[in-house]
């Protein structure tokens, strides 16, 4: 106790903690946060001073709703109320059941059966068991590798990384524990495609499903929006195509929603883009809107009648915690209040202020391209960026961001004002204007509205 005295938290974290992909005492800069409320983080840093930031993170992507939302609040403490945990081996509860249904209900088409689990890798393991052990059971257990594309991200857990992105992904450090899985070129840019493109690139991904098809179980990628292998928009004819090469070549299609699920891409589905049918699909991040970790898979009848028929008669995992009803309760809260906003016309009207607020940064020498999708905003740079650097200057301009790789992003939360997003966009400009040495040619238009 008196050596925490004599430290700052900033020593004592570094003394006694890791951060994500950080190595363990890094010297990055550090806040402290002490307050959260609304889409405004309060922080502290290492010089003591104070600020008042907007979180254009939203908390790596899932805190739709805002800081201590009241709605969400009462969820949880009234469940908590009733019961925290209880095992859902043998046992079960209104918020799995009336989250469940929901989830049913919202979902795409077909897909009717869910299980929980307690983050996104975890559940994107789960999917990947499910359609190995689909395979098994229709006579096919020769059938267990993954068919993706290049640049994908499904999480930090041995299976996910077997099918993120085998260059940027982990792969060369667990080489030796990955799954062998099949990787097919990235989509086309959405920016830039031509019908011709998806054509040479549907042809390139039909001819190595043909060739493996002995080999495998299923398709998995993430419809529409490759989150953080680098923030990459492809055309939705791109799934049209893999649902067609999943059903010449047996195998089940996989979306991996986590990223994009819950209006985030403009459709409360990114599969909504398309039309198209997944056999199985995982959400998580927003879901909770937030609050508390938790993903689904959703599959259809068909998938989940051949596994309870197969060998094993069961799916194989149950995580400890799985379905915690604290979790289940602030979901169910949180896509409800989804549903009663206008949540299309947020996220368009996100999406106006993105794209008209990011524009001054093409104006930069720095910027290579600026993007925008549903509520999702990207300055694209011509390099890798200055992290530690671009996040201190845009504290400074009363933002936070994560910027990673060579893109300066944001995925604000859904009740972000146009005064919120006026004040985020100039922040994320000036940032990258203030570290790269350079100032935005074009008047910051959307100031103060
Ligand atoms: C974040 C993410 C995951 C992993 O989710 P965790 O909850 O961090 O394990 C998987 N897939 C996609 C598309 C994601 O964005």
């Not at 000036?430 to 040495?437: C, L, M, R, S």
Request: hydrophobic content about 45%; overall charge negative.
């Amino acid at each position: 106790m008196s050596r925490a005295g004599t430290r700052t938290p900033f020593d004592r974290d570094r003394a006694a903690l890791w951060h994500p992909y950080a190595s363990a005492g890094s010297p990055e800069p550090l806040w402290q946060v002490e307050a959260a409320e609304g889409v405004r983080l309060r922080l502290r840093g290492e010089d003591g001073a104070g600020s008042d930031v907007i979180d254009g993170m939203a908390s790596w992507w899932c805190m739709i709703h805002g800081y201590r939302n009241p709605v969400l609040d009462a969820a949880l403490t009234e469940q908590a109320g009733q019961f925290s945990h209880v095992m859902f081996g043998g046992l079960t509860h209104a918020p799995a059941i009336e989250l469940a249904e929901l989830l049913v209900s919202i979902t795409p088409e077909g897909l009717e059966r869910v299980f929980f689990a307690d983050s996104g890798s975890v559940c994107v393991e789960v999917a990947l068991k499910l359609a190995v052990q689909y395979q098994g059971a229709g006579g096919r257990p020769q059938r267990q590798r993954m068919l993706t594309v290049s640049g994908g991200y499904h999480g930090d857990t041995f299976g996910a990384m077997g099918v993120c992105d085998p260059v940027d992904g982990m792969h060369s450090t667990f080489a030796g524990l990955l799954p062998n899985n099949i990787f097919a070129p990235r989509p086309p840019s959405a920016a830039t495609a031509t019908p011709q493109e998806i054509a040479v690139w549907a042809r390139a991904v039909a001819a190595l499903a043909a060739d493996n098809s002995d080999e495998l179980a299923a398709i998995i990628l993430e419809p529409v929006l490759q989150g953080a292998g680098g923030m990459f928009v492809y055309p939705p004819e791109c799934l049209r195509a893999l649902r067609r090469i999943a059903d010449d070549h047996g195998l089940l299609l996989i979306l991996d929603e986590i990223a994009t699920g819950f209006g985030r891409t403009g459709e409360l589905f990114a599969a909504d883009h398309a039309g198209v049918r997944a056999d199985i699909m995982c959400v998580g991040k927003a879901l909770t809107g937030g609050y508390l970790t938790l993903a689904a898979m959703l599959c259809t009848n068909r998938v989940a009648r051949t596994v309870s028929h197969g060998a094993a008669g069961a799916l194989l995992h149950g995580p400890t915690f799985m379905a915690n009803p604290l979790a289940c309760a602030v979901a169910l809260a949180s896509v409800r209040l989804l549903l009663a906003a206008d949540w299309r016309g947020n996220v368009a009207g996100i999406n106006t202020a993105l794209t008209l607020g990011l524009s001054p940064a093409r104006e930069l020498d720095v910027v290579a391209s600026v993007r925008t999708l549903g509520a999702v905003g990207v300055i694209e740079l011509d390099r890798p960026v200055d992290v530690a650097e671009v996040t201190r200057a845009a504290m400074r301009n009363g933002v936070w961001i994560r910027p990673f790789r060579n893109l300066v992003y944001t995925m604000p939360p859904y009740v972000c004002t146009g005064a919120d997003l006026a004040v985020l966009t100039r922040g994320m400009v000036a940032a990258v204007a203030e570290v790269y040495g350079d100032t935005p040619g074009a008047p910051m238009t959307g100031e103060g509205q």
